[in-house]
């Protein structure tokens, strides 16, 4: 599943609803919580199950965020979303624990966003819960719920890399955090890329302008395939000669560059590359 650009939608604003489709996303999130008023989540809650289906989302990921546990909206936004075919999955934000109740009611794929203490603490039981597909992090709640400033955790490395290795000990997607300056561009770029370095798959963005250069940083470059593609030939020959490490343009080549390699070719297929 392509996750390179995943695009938040508020779920009670018509207009940018029927706009998304047409933006390139690799993936939807139809937002119920944070980006909706109170007075508006039950005309969101339907708005969003009846576009679901009356928009062409073609065969991008369509997701549903809904309310945090212990919100009066949670078991409503859970008992719509099951019935709604063509969401593919639920984003649980402010996750904590064991979430594994969200895909048993809802019986959809279960994405987890971890922004606070309590989630942040109990990651490695999370990520193992029922059905989940992928993590992510929210940096503006999480400092909200430890009482640090957003900016120390928008590119905190420490905590990236914890993300990333909880998702990839669970084998699931790791998805890097909302870039909240809709205007610069380039700092969305180098923090995307820092995030792919790490082992995220893909970014969530919040304005059509964030999609292209999401789509661009995770798409696997083709100098890199070439390397892929000469690691996996010379592996080969190496082979042959039963050796399992050669000299490749300098370098030392052995197994776990194959193994990269083949990861990135991988990346690179998924992406509709031709390689
Ligand atoms: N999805 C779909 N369309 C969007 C969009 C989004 N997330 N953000 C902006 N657009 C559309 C606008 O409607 C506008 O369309 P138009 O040219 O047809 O009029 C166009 O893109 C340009 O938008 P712009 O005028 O630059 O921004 P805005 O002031 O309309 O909206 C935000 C800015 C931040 C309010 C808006 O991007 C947004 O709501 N983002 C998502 C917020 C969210 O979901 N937050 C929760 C997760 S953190
Ligand atoms: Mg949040």
Redesign the pocket.
């Known amino acids: 599943m392509l996750r390179r650009s995943q ?4 779920g009670n ?1 018509q ?3 029927r ?2 489709p047409t ?1 390139g996303a690799d993936s939807y ?1 139809l ?1 119920l ?3 909706v008023p109170e007075a508006n989540k039950d005309e969101a809650r339907r708005t969003v199950v009846r576009l679901s289906e009356e928009l062409d989302w073609g065969s991008h990921e369509l997701c549903v ?1 809904i309310n945090p546990r212990g919100s009066i909206h949670f078991a409503r936004d859970i008992a719509a979303v099951r019935e709604a075919k063509r969401i593919d999955c639920v984003v649980v934000p402010k996750a904590e624990g064991d979430c594994s109740v969200v895909h048993e009611r809802a019986r959809k794929k279960v994405m987890l966003i971890i922004e606070t203490a309590a989630g942040f603490v109990s990651l490695r039981k999370m990520v193992r819960s029922r059905g989940v597909t992928a993590i992510s992090f ?1 940096a ?1 709640d999480y400092a909200a719920s430890v009482g640090g400033d957003v900016s120390a955790y928008q590119d905190n490395g420490a905590l990236k890399t914890i993300v990333v290795a909880a998702a990839a000990d669970a084998g699931v997607d790791a998805i890097d955090n ?1 870039f ?1 300056d ?1 205007v610069d561009l380039k700092g969305f770029r180098t923090q995307a890329e820092t995030a792919r370095s790490l082992g995220f798959v893909g970014k ?1 963005v ?4 964030q999609v292209s250069p999401a789509n661009d940083v995770f798409t696997p470059r083709r100098s890199e395939i070439e390397w892929a593609q000469e690691v996996v030939a010379a592996m080969g020959v190496a082979a042959v000669g039963r050796r399992g490490a050669v000299k490749l343009g300098g370098s030392l080549v052995d197994a776990v560059h194959f193994r990269l390699a083949n990861r990135l070719i991988e990346r690179a297929r998924e992406a509709g590359l031709s390689v």
């Open positions: 695009l938040y939608v508020p604003n207009k940018m609803l706009k998304a933006l999130i937002d919580e944070d980006s965020r929210g503006a909302v909240f809709l969530q919040v304005h059509p302008s």
